[in-house]
């Protein structure tokens, strides 16, 4: 394929994906402007206006709010300053925070260990990329990154910024990486996934509008992992995008290295809400002898892994993230 053919493809890809994003989008539920509590890192667990989409049945399902829909939110805006990359190979990506000025924000609170994290995917949520940008003195944001096929990205920024009565937000924009294009499928639904010799097993589910427990047991070599190291304070990062719109929950586990209580393994426990009914794949980032991993799951929400369709609407409530 010649240069020309290359990019008019391309454009046409990047068109029909968007143009599905927008139908599936569409599918689970019209945007709505809520004001709900959030369970996890997308939401920071405080009450604040969001863009939410609502789930099915006739509206019955309570939206709970869901971060990246926006590029600008509260007065701060996601500036990315390389919003077109080449395909292949580790690219630059710089970008800013802004304020309601147009400055860029210089001082954040950390969370996490970090003041500002970076989440990279496709739209087709084949490629996943949990990045760790660093910040110049004037408010600029560098990483390098590998995304390897070509397509539509969304990129997000999830940080709080410095300032008194300033929330934490999570800020999407969306990111074209050139090259030829070739549009994979969603993977199917399943309750185990491989990488790198380790197996993680996923039990419980999410739930449209309730919250519910996710379990993830990871082994290797059929053996539980039971040394899994603290990995930006936690045993396990959870970050869940829905297929369509890439709607973001970050989650975090039940209980942190160092409390007494949890265990570094087999199992890392998270409470999350979906915001509504649809289709959502998950990341799981966890770090053994020194290493990050990602593990990545299709689920549906209001659907065990394991038991079919909404298996885990029974279940009792409990209250309550490839580098």
Do not use: C
């Not at 003195?137 to 009565?165: N, Q, V």
């Not at 999407?172 to 399943?190: F, K, N």
């Amino acid at each position: 394929m010649n240069t020309g053919l290359k990019i008019t493809a391309f454009a046409a890809a990047v068109a029909a994906t968007f143009g599905t994003a927008y139908g599936v989008g569409k599918g689970v539920g019209p945007v709505t402007t809520t004001e709900e509590r959030s369970v996890g890192h997308g939401g920071h667990g405080e009450k604040k206006e969001r863009d939410a989409t609502g789930g099915g049945h006739g509206g019955h399902e309570a939206a709970s709010a869901a971060g990246g829909l926006q590029v600008s939110e509260g007065g701060y805006t996601l500036a990315l300053e390389t919003p077109r990359v080449a395909a292949g190979g580790r690219t630059k990506l710089r970008f800013s925070i802004q304020d309601e000025h147009g400055r860029k924000v210089t001082a954040y609170e950390r969370e996490h260990g970090k003041e500002l994290h970076f989440i990279v995917a496709s739209r087709d949520l084949t490629v996943y990329r949990h990045l760790h940008p660093t910040r110049a003195a004037d408010g600029t944001w560098s990483t390098s990154a590998d995304l390897p096929a070509a397509g539509a990205y969304r990129a997000f920024a999830d940080f709080k910024p410095a300032k008194k009565g300033a929330g934490a937000l999570t800020l999407g924009a969306d990111l074209a990486v050139s090259g030829t294009y070739a549009p994979a499928g969603l993977p199917a639904p399943a309750a185990t996934a491989e990488v790198d010799g380790y197996e993680v097993a996923l039990s419980g589910g999410l739930r449209p509008g309730k919250a519910g427990e996710l379990r993830l047991n990871v082994e290797k070599n059929g053996e539980p992992v039971t040394d899994l190291q603290p990995y930006l304070g936690a045993y396990g990062h959870l970050v869940a995008l829905r297929s369509g719109d890439l709607a973001y929950l970050h989650v975090h586990p039940n209980g942190e290295p160092g409390d007494s209580a949890t265990e570094p393994g087999p199992e890392i426990s998270f409470t999350a809400t979906a915001p509504s009914s649809g289709t959502y794949r998950l990341f799981l980032d966890f770090q053994h002898d020194g290493k990050v991993r990602t593990a990545a799951f299709t689920v549906e929400a209001g659907r065990s892994p394991a038991a079919g369709p909404a298996a885990d609407e029974h279940q009792e409530e409990k209250p309550g993230h490839a580098h």
